[in-house]
């Protein structure tokens, strides 16, 4: 069967990427494998590490890149969303404050899914907001298990500091106090993909006055349970 799409560039781009897919390759297992020439293996594959599609590892071998991570996220969005209302909705029900559902999106964060606090004072973020990477419990926790150069890029501003999320990966779970804005507190816990990447963040947010100091306190065995269970439904379904 013929595998060409008629275009010579893209087909060896791909036979550079199908190589990669059985792990680590040096330049010259890159030349053996796909049985390019080796000046064109070298350039394919160092164009493919410019559009993060292919990278390096620290022996300096040639490996899948994490910009196919983010467009298999992508692919699996709806999935994702789909599987979060019945989620949040119970995580509203149970601890009686606004949850969220929140992707990375560059620099930004985006709301993509939400169950309100049905009365009273409650933090209302609409599905679609777009919020700063810089602050938030979802900031931290769609930051904290970044590669290192994208994790200290992203620190750059942030109300938050390197030893924050050392502690957000140490336990699994974010909290934050008036950071993203004056009067509220929320929790937050990572939603991964089947590959075990953070593609997602959900969060319990609302008034100090109700969260208290600590939020992580009242609610984080609440919300880690819900991110588990959405974690479970992509693994099961092969989503993000």
């Known amino acids: 069967m013929d595998n060409s799409s008629g275009v010579g560039v893209l087909d060896k781009a791909a036979t550079v990427l199908g190589a990669l897919e059985a792990g680590p390759l040096t330049l010259a297992g890159l030349v053996q494998s796909t049985g390019l020439a080796r000046p064109t293996a070298h350039r394919l594959a ?25 467009l298999a996220a992508a692919a699996g969005e709806d999935r994702l969303l789909a599987a979060s209302g019945p989620i949040l909705t119970a995580l509203r029900d149970g601890t009686g404050e606004s949850c969220q559902l929140y992707r990375r999106q560059g620099d930004q964060r985006i709301c993509v899914a939400a169950a309100e606090r ?28 970044e590669e290192p150069e994208r994790m200290h890029r992203g620190l750059m501003g942030a109300k938050f500091s390197a030893t924050t999320l050392s502690g957000v990966r140490r336990r699994g779970w974010s909290q934050s106090v008036s ?12 939603v991964r993909g089947p590959a075990g990447r953070v593609v ?7 008034p100090v006055e109700r969260l208290g100091r600590a939020p992580g306190r009242l609610h984080a065995p609440a919300v880690v349970a819900a991110a588990n269970r959405l974690t479970e439904a992509l693994r ?3 989503g993000a």
């Open 118 to 145: 049905l009365s009273g004072l409650r933090d209302t973020v609409p599905i679609g907001a777009v919020l700063s990477m810089h602050a938030g419990s979802a900031a931290q926790v769609l930051l904290a298990w």
């Open 236 to 238: 099961r379904n092969g």
């Open 179 to 190: 950071e993203r804005e004056a009067g509220v507190a929320s929790v937050s816990a990572p």
């Open 46 to 70: 160092t164009a493919l590490e410019h559009h993060r599609l292919v990278g390096r590892d620290l022996q300096g071998r040639f490996v899948l890149g994490p910009r196919l991570a983010e």
């Open 200 to 206: 997602a963040a959900v969060s319990v947010s609302g």
